[in-house]
């Protein structure tokens, strides 16, 4: 089926670690986002990815850091430098066509840092 | 993406209609506006987006004012299932910069 996977659901972190967050789409969407949200409040936007090799930061960057090597694939490495990396970890892909702008979104990953 | 205004939260009965509001004065005229949802521990799921006139699909239905300063997305008989929040967005139709999300508004749905 198509559509798009993040692993793990739960993550559990020692402080001070960095962490990787793998997201994975079959949809051949060229843009892909990553967004964190924290209890009762919306999504907030950390980078996304129009394209393959290019990425652009987005609202709450720091701390944070991306690749998009291939298509199919936008990995989210927290890092030690995140100040409070406890959230939910949501990536999402969507179509680039002006008007088809579905936007589809993985099933998250519940990050603690402890 | 335009700024846009939702009630925090919003009570209704199963299987009757809701009528979720959407303030977005600010919205280019270029910008869709869409709507999404989401149930506890999930991410959000796409509901319904349109420019103009008024859309339909088997979620929702979409009704935007004349003067697309506002929309409202009607649920048309609620079920349990439909309780989640939801979240109204405008801007650009294409796949470039990120949709933006409110705090969208938290629909309970009693039986």
């Known amino acids: 089926d198509g559509g798009i996977t993040q692993s793990p659901k739960y993550l559990f972190r020692k402080e001070g670690q960095n962490v990787t967050l793998s997201c994975e789409q079959n949809l051949n969407h060229d843009a892909m986002y990553w967004y964190r949200q924290d209890p009762g409040q919306g999504l907030r936007l950390i980078y996304y990815s129009q394209i393959v090799n290019d990425f652009q930061k987005g609202d709450i960057a720091e701390g944070y850091s991306v690749s998009r090597e291939k298509k199919e694939s936008f990995p989210l490495t927290v890092t030690s430098a995140q100040k409070n990396p406890t959230a939910f970890y949501l990536c999402?892909?969507?179509?680039?066509?002006?008007?088809?702008?579905?936007?589809?979104f993985g099933q998250g990953t519940r990050l603690t840092v402890v | 993406d335009a700024k846009t205004t939702q009630p925090n939260s919003m009570e209704s009965n199963e299987e009757e209609p809701v009528h979720l509001p959407c303030n977005h004065s600010?919205?280019?005229?270029?910008?869709?506006i869409h709507w999404y949802r989401q149930l506890p521990s999930q991410g959000p799921e796409y509901v319904i987006h349109?420019?103009?006139s008024n859309v339909n699909n088997r979620m929702a239905s979409l009704a935007i004012a004349e003067d697309r300063k506002s929309s409202t997305l009607i649920l048309h008989r609620a079920t349990l299932r439909d309780a989640a929040v939801y979240y109204c967005?405008?801007?650009?139709?294409?796949?470039?910069?990120?949709?933006?999300f409110g705090k969208g508004t938290h629909l309970i749905i009693q039986p």
């Open positions: 967005i405008g801007g650009e139709g294409g796949g470039a910069d990120g949709l933006t």
């Open positions: 600010t919205i280019s005229g270029t910008d869709y």
């Open positions: 349109g420019l103009t």
């Open positions: 999402a892909s969507r179509g680039a066509i002006v008007g088809r702008a579905e936007a589809f």
